[in-house]
């Protein structure tokens, strides 16, 4: 995707995997603005798709039985975003210890200045679906996630 040029710099981190966003009526709370709960299920809906695009979708956490689920998640909301205001939100892999623990960074930018709306940052760690239990990154999960790391 081509950025526009206010975005072009101001990443956290180099090369974000990002998704357009833009709030919708459903979006907004009775504050006139986007409501905090929809940053958090954004941020849900990048990791994901960067998932999917690194190649490991949840048929394939299901078919090995395991996750990385978020044991710790934490928001800086930095400014409000507007009904139908385009926004630009980007993830990244910053860190794991290739056993059982992750850690996935956001940053949501308006696109009109490329100020920075929302910091979020997840702790991971591998369950086995099965169980619930903390278990060992699976060969495919350590080979797909650890070639998108990111330095923090």
């Given at each position: 995707?081509t950025?526009?040029?206010?975005l ?29 709960a ?34 710790h ?27 059982l ?18 910091r ?33």
């Open positions: 995707m950025e526009a040029p206010a072009a710099e101001g990443w956290d981190y180099p090369a974000p995997f990002t998704l357009a966003l833009s709030p919708q009526p459903q979006d907004i709370d009775g504050l006139n603005h986007t409501n905090n929809v940053y958090v299920q954004w941020c849900e809906k990048v990791a994901w798709a960067h998932s999917e695009a690194l190649g490991l979708s949840l048929a394939d956490y299901q078919r090995l039985d395991r996750a990385m689920a978020i044991r998640g934490a928001y800086d909301y930095l400014l409000p975003s507007s009904l139908g205001e385009p926004l630009l939100l980007g993830t990244w892999l910053t860190a794991s210890d290739g056993k623990a992750m850690e996935r960074r956001f940053q949501l930018r308006r696109v009109s200045d490329g100020a920075s709306l929302v979020g940052r997840w702790s991971l760690v591998c369950i086995e679906i099965s169980s619930g239990k903390p278990r060992r990154m699976p060969p495919e999960f350590c080979e797909v996630y650890e070639r998108a790391l990111v330095p923090a």
